[in-house]
């Protein structure tokens, strides 16, 4: 449930800080594919981080690990 958790708050605040910078630094003109739109931008951010706060270790348990 943690893990959960975790994640909805990084997709939220990744998307929250794409539209920001859609806000603050996007370009009008259209040219920039990722910035002219905020729904893209929001996505993209959405999905940066997801990435940020996706779980990437793996409990090993009891095992132990040799060091020769």
Same mark, same amino acid.
């Given at each position: 449930m943690k893990n959960i958790i975790t994640l909805v708050i990084? +997709? #939220?605040?990744? =998307? &929250?800080?794409? &539209? #920001? *910078? *859609? *806000? &603050? +630094?996007? !370009?009008?003109? =259209?040219? !920039?594919p990722i910035t002219s739109n905020p729904y893209i931008s929001i996505l993209y951010g959405a999905i940066f981080g997801l990435v940020l706060t996706f779980p990437t270790k793996r409990k090993n348990g009891n095992k132990t690990q040799d060091k020769n």
């Open positions: 990084g +997709i #939220v605040a990744g =998307g &929250f800080l794409g &539209f #920001v *910078y *859609y *806000y &603050f +630094i996007g !370009c009008n003109g =259209g040219s !920039c």
